[in-house]
């Protein structure tokens, strides 16, 4: 019997099935041409349909007169595009994706250098290039972020694209340690398209792909599905279906792009649903031999109830009320440390079992008690698949792109990528570890599971990240480590998260750059001055740990007194000297040494360490007059001349 199923969230997406409805609204309630900026849809019949009814394909607003309408497909377009419209007096339409919209607004409103992951071809891409503040890198590869300069980016994503390639991107920025913003703007009815044509390409004999040969995201479906099913077939229509290898599979899935209508998936479905009728009527009597067969005697992989008829010490003997009895060799049971197989079973007990062989060579059903909690263990991993709960597993050998890792009986493979949150360059490090899961991809049938050490860690990272946000507040002191610098600060961990420690707010003095008073890794107190919850930035202060010099001016300085300082500038006038960071005092030219000075240069420099002494403090103007000549014995003629004065 042949079984059809078609993949979720197959067909038009939102944003294609709004840009069709508000096409075929405009040219409904409009006598003129209307005119789209490109394909709406990457579909021939739809864009045949579309211009039946006057709708023309533009590639410039050259093309058209002013006053005429012109629509935006999904795709959207760049900034420069609406002010052109403007200045023609175009009337637009704009059928721009709300998700497409939303990483124009992002990266409109972001100063930094703009990444966005995707196809730098691709319409959607030029559309958001168009809205950059300064023009955007586009990447597609982990080769090509590597070859990225520079330090802070804001990252956004073209909408299709798929999961990976924003983590390849994201691995080669994280490894030339450069600052990110990410914005995963990766839609998600595109995800789950994605991941259910891969699901149900993963059950299938055949898969159907349907979509247009120009379509980048019906493109990606075909490739996630040949890679499950390597008897996938890409379509646009009835007449591109390859009907006799339809012919020769039982199981066949369906899976459509985000532009294809749902006329031609219904068609296609339609077309090998009166194949499947035919054959169920060549097949029937087929059928009704393995409903009788299966009421005799149980199948492979079948679980049975029976009745403990004999045990010995190798194996025990079970009524399953057929004309065979079934076996359980010790082997396939597990029994404690000591324990034997009459300890474990008596005459007339009833046991569950797993059927092995229908035919163990001697006449019995060979069965398992050990496969039967394989079972359990695998409702195990698909509850926590679909409650996205957390399993415990142990690492036991490395293979290809990965490790083999253990949940009770039952064992799945841990990607390389799925590892760790940091590069796994070799997978050896983790042998014989135990490391908490989440179960990324399960199936049974096929006994897959895939599980991700990484995304627990992510997971456990945002209840942190989320319990900071929860407890933390503006002017708390937190202790921090210093991560690293940059020209205008510092990137300090507070626990989970990365605040800006910035430049100006370090110290009282002035810095030039901030690692002239601290290290990386260095434990500091900071305060928190603001918090940016839906941005996730925090901005730390570190100067404020300590009173502002001038308020505290009376505790800690005198006129009179005589003070270390540092020469931190020159002007023709004098010299400023540092009493501590952010006080700072004026030494008069006149007042720096003994004699006449006519160029302060040929006695101090910056850097130069001197006594001084306070002549006047001024806390209304916040000025400080010192003296370097009165803490100098002045030379001896000048000593003398008094003296002599007084002798006349």
Known sequence: ??????????????????????????????????????????????????????????????????SSTVIIRSHGEGKKFYEEAEAKKIKLIDATCPFVGRIHKLVNETDKQVIIVGDANHPEVKGINGWCLMPAEAVSSYEEAKEITGDDFFVVTQTTIRQKMLDDVLRALEENNKRVEINNTICSATAKRQDSCRELAEMSDMMIVIGGKNSSNTKKLYEISKKSCI??????????????????????????????????????????????????????????????????????????????????????????GCKKDGILPINEVTLEEGQTLADAFKVDDEIKAKVIKTDDGDGGILLSKKKLEISANWDEIVQAYEDKTVLEVKVTRTVN?????????????????????????????????????????????????????????????????????????????????????????????????????????????KLKHPQEVLEIGQKINVKVLSMNAEKGKISLGLKQNQPEPWS???????????????????????????????????????????????????????????????????KDRKRISLSIRETIEPPAEEAEAPAEEDAE
């Open 401 to 509: 792109g990965g490790v083999i890792a253990e949940y009770k009986e039952v064992a799945g493979f841990i990607p390389m990528s799925q590892l760790s949150d940091r590069y796994v360059e070799n997978a050896e490090e983790f042998i014989g570890q135990t490391m908490e899961v989440k179960v990324s991809r399960v199936d049974q049938r096929r006994n897959r599971a895939v599980f991700s050490h990484k995304q627990f860690l992510a997971d456990e990272k945002d209840k942190i990240v989320a319990e900071i946000w929860d407890n933390l507040n503006v002017d708390d002191v937190v202790e921090g480590t210093v991560m690293r610098f940059t020209d205008y600060g510092a990137f300090v961990d507070i626990g989970g998260i990365d605040g800006l420690l910035h430049i100006s707010e370090i110290s009282w003095g």
């Open 1 to 66: 019997m042949k079984e059809i199923r078609r993949a979720e969230n197959a067909g038009f997406c939102f944003g294609v099935r709004q840009a069709i409805e508000k096409a075929e609204k405009a040219a409904h309630e409009s006598c003129d041409n209307i005119y789209s900026m490109g394909p709406l849809i990457h579909n021939e019949m739809v864009t045949k349909d579309l211009a039946a009814k006057g709708i023309t394909i533009i590639e410039s607003l050259d093309e058209v007169d002013e």
């Open 231 to 320: 008897n996938t077939y890409f379509v646009e229509n009835i007449e591109d279906l390859p009907l006799k290898e339809v012919e020769k599979c039982n199981k066949i899935g369906v899976a459509a792009g985000a532009s294809t209508p749902e006329c031609i998936i219904k068609e296609v479905i339609a077309r090998m649903s009166d194949m499947t009728l035919e054959n169920k009527e060549l097949t029937m009597a087929d059928i009704m031999d393995d409903i009788d067969k299966s009421l005799r005697l149980p199948r492979g992989g079948e679980i049975v109830t029976g009745t403990v008829h004999q045990v010995t010490d190798k194996e025990v003997i079970v009524n399953l």
């Open 552 to 618: 505290v001016i009376d505790e800690n300085y005198q006129v009179g007194q005589v003070i270390e300082g540092k020469v931190v500038q020159i002007k023709e006038y004098g010299a400023f000297v540092e009493l501590e960071p952010g006080l700072d005092g004026l030494v008069h030219i006149s007042e720096v040494a003994h004699k006449r000075v006519a160029n302060i240069g040929e006695e101090l420099e910056v850097g130069q360490v001197v006594s001084a002494k306070i002549l006047e403090i001024d």
